[in-house]
């Protein structure tokens, strides 16, 4: 079964043997979010936490990268939305699902995709994968 939203950015897919895979699908920009794609990851996460024929999660990027950060050319509709608001937060999400997710890191993992890494309970990285963490450089302090 899949479901999808954000034109396909955020895939979520679900096997009878319990596994849900959830598949940031925006290759061209190396898997950079957007305001909709955070809320829609949010989500997924809190509808799979609560379904319970879901198992296990697997979180993965389409492409050549797992997740580039924020989408620069959206941040600031991202800083002045309502990314506050847990229910849109994907880390806080992750954070009180009660399945395991596990972190399927290809390429890069950088700043808001690093600390969605980081919230997975298992994370496994293939070779040459790399994690950054720029927030400084943008000057973005939580």
């Known amino acids: ?6 034109e396909n950015l955020i895939l979520v897919s679900r096997e ?3 596994i849900a895979t ?3 699908n925006r290759p061209a920009s ?3 979010l957007s305001q909709l794609m955070i809320t829609d990851l949010a989500r997924a996460f809190k509808d799979l936490g609560r379904n319970g024929s879901v198992r296990v999660i697997i979180l993965s990027g389409s492409g050549r990268a ?6 620069l050319t959206a941040a600031e509709q991202v800083f002045k939305g309502g990314m506050k608001d847990k229910e849109y937060d994907p880390v806080f999400q992750m954070e ?3 399945k395991p997710i596990i ?6 993992a950088v700043t808001a995709g690093f600390e969605i890494a980081l919230a997975c309970d298992i994370l496994v990285a293939a070779k040459g994968t790399k994690f ?3 927030h400084t450089r943008f000057s973005i302090f939580n």
């Open 1 to 6: 079964m899949s479901d999808s939203s954000s």
């Open 16 to 18: 009878p043997d319990g």
């Open 22 to 24: 959830v598949t940031i």
């Open 30 to 32: 190396l898997n950079s």
């Open 66 to 71: 797992f997740c580039s950060g924020l989408d």
């Open 96 to 98: 009180q699902c009660p």
């Open 103 to 108: 972190g399927a890191i290809n390429g890069v």
């Open 132 to 134: 950054m963490d720029t």
